[in-house]
């Protein structure tokens, strides 16, 4: 199951997991992505809260955690191939942390709700 | 919000459109790294009609711009094209601009359009004690950038216009078949070789649909920003304001203190004297985060000694690198500095801020 926040960041979760990552709407919207500033393993995030940032030729976005919990992994072929982000950014997720409270998933997106945000940030 | 004469080609084509100096513009069609290669390598064409255009004319009219302008008009010769800024009392920049002299009693000032509505206040407020009129002209001419090394082959061959007469900044007035003015200038802010063209909005739209039809690449802004960056040329609003002075830009070749009475001359004269407190330079970082406009420049102890103005990963040269308005104690080259990114503090160094060398035609 997959969750998005309106700020374009998704959930993928799987068991206690969440990959996390920017959705297919927000990196063609951001173009080129050229560094991906990620936290470190063993770092917490937490739900709504600032946990990185992307960078496009353009600017830098700050990336805000769908989750709250700790980071186990980060992607770090990320680091090298930033470019991997436009190509598919549903396979190439950010960090995958840990859930601290599974219940917060029922304050996130669906997938049929964020395209309706992204609908109306087209207009 | 204003539109330009080719905002429903930018939409028709998928265009990424956001508000600049009060126009709605393109920023990228492809992308904005394939746009800044087809500059460096092919050729681009841009929609830059949101720039303001202003004539000055009269029988005073160079005495008048040499008043406002930082630059010497009056051994300019009819048919170039000069660049320089407008500075107040203080010695800071209300605009810098592109001067094209017609003759003594006439010039075509080119403009921000982020400021147009500001020069144009300044401009004639100043002009009362001259024999001048001066025509806003912003809603007549559209223009398009041509530039890349293919830019004077493209204009010929798929609008039918002949530059190769032009050296860098000089300019022509030329007409089309029905009698519509052309103004054709060898400049641009893109570091390669190019042309502006200035004409009204049905010529510039069939100047755009033809390019399109052979395949020039439609460039926005951008790959403009990107391209301008690494030639180390300035952009108002980051580089250039109303409390940053020419001489601390790095701009001082284009404020020719020796000529009498220009506004912002007494200021520039009194800063050379006293030195320069703070100074924009060119920075290289080392690691992978990108410094922007605004975020804080730093000695090696922690101390804050100035701010980022403009900073990419470099598309052309593969480099993070910045410039930045630092204490001119710090402007050496090769001075080690550092740049708080977020949470973290990167190692940076001073270094020329022409990052990449213009391929101009002399």
């Not at chain 2, 492809?30 to 841009?46: K, P, Q, S, T």
């Not at chain 2, 042309?195 to 100047?207: C, D, G, N, R, T």
């Not at chain 2, 973290?344 to 002399?362: C, D, E, L, N, Q």
Request: aromatic share 8%.
């Amino acid at each position: 199951m997959t969750y998005f926040l309106p700020s374009h960041e998704y959930a993928r979760i799987e068991d206690n997991l969440a990959y996390i990552g920017i959705s297919k709407f927000a990196a063609e919207q951001l173009g080129n992505v050229v560094y991906v500033d990620m936290p470190e393993v063993d770092d917490e995030v937490v739900a709504g809260e600032e946990f990185g940032a992307i960078e496009s030729v353009k600017a830098a976005s700050d990336l805000f955690s769908p989750v709250s919990g700790t980071v186990v992994e980060i992607n770090e072929e990320l680091l090298d191939n930033p470019k991997l982000v436009n190509e598919d950014p549903e396979k190439h997720w950010i960090i995958k942390v840990e859930m601290r409270d599974p219940s917060e998933l029922e304050k996130l997106l669906s997938p049929e709700a964020y395209a309706k945000v992204c609908e109306a940030e087209k207009h | 919000m204003k539109k330009t004469c080719l905002h429903s080609n930018h939409t028709s084509l998928g265009a990424l459109m956001s508000p600049f100096g009060g126009f709605d513009m393109p920023i990228s069609y492809e992308g904005i790294e394939a746009e800044h290669r087809a500059v460096r390598e092919d050729v681009g064409v841009f929609d830059v009609s949101h720039m303001g255009e202003v004539l000055i004319s009269g029988p005073q009219a160079t005495l008048f711009v040499n008043y406002i302008f930082t630059g010497d008009i009056s051994t300019l010769e009819p048919g170039k094209v000069i660049y320089g800024m407008m500075l107040n009392e203080n010695g800071g920049v209300v605009d810098d601009l592109l001067v094209y002299k017609r003759s003594d009693s006439e010039y075509f000032l080119v403009i921000n359009a982020s400021n147009i509505d500001k020069d144009v206040a300044w401009i004639k407020a100043h002009a009362e004690k001259y024999d001048v009129s001066v025509d806003d002209q912003c809603d007549f001419w559209s223009e398009l950038a041509i530039q890349g090394p293919r830019a004077e082959e493209v204009i010929k061959t798929v609008l039918g216009i002949d530059g190769s007469d032009l050296s860098f900044y000089t300019f022509k007035d030329i007409k089309t078949d029905n009698g519509q003015p052309i103004v054709l200038s060898r400049t641009g802010y893109t570091g390669e070789d190019g042309f502006e063209l200035y004409a009204p909005a049905e010529v510039i739209v069939s100047a755009w649909n033809k390019l399109m039809q052979a395949g020039v690449a439609p460039c926005g802004l951008g790959c403009r920003d990107t391209l301008r960056f690494e030639a180390g040329l300035p952009l108002y609003g980051d580089e250039l304001t109303d409390e940053i002075t020419p001489l601390e830009a790095g701009l001082g070749m284009f404020a020719k203190v020796d000529k009498e009475g220009f506004i912002g001359r007494e200021a520039l004269v009194a800063q050379k004297a006293e030195g320069l407190k703070r100074k924009v330079v060119g920075l290289e970082i080392e690691g992978r985060a990108i410094p922007r406009h605004g975020y804080d420049v730093l000695d090696t102890d922690g101390n804050k000694v100035g701010e980022i103005t403009t900073g990419y990963h470099s598309i052309t040269l593969d480099r993070n690198l910045a410039m930045a308005l630092v204490d001119s104690r710090f402007s050496a080259l090769d001075t080690p500095l550092q740049v708080q990114v977020r949470r973290k503090v990167f190692p940076a160094k001073v270094i020329k801020k022409r990052f990449y060398t213009p391929k101009y035609k002399k």
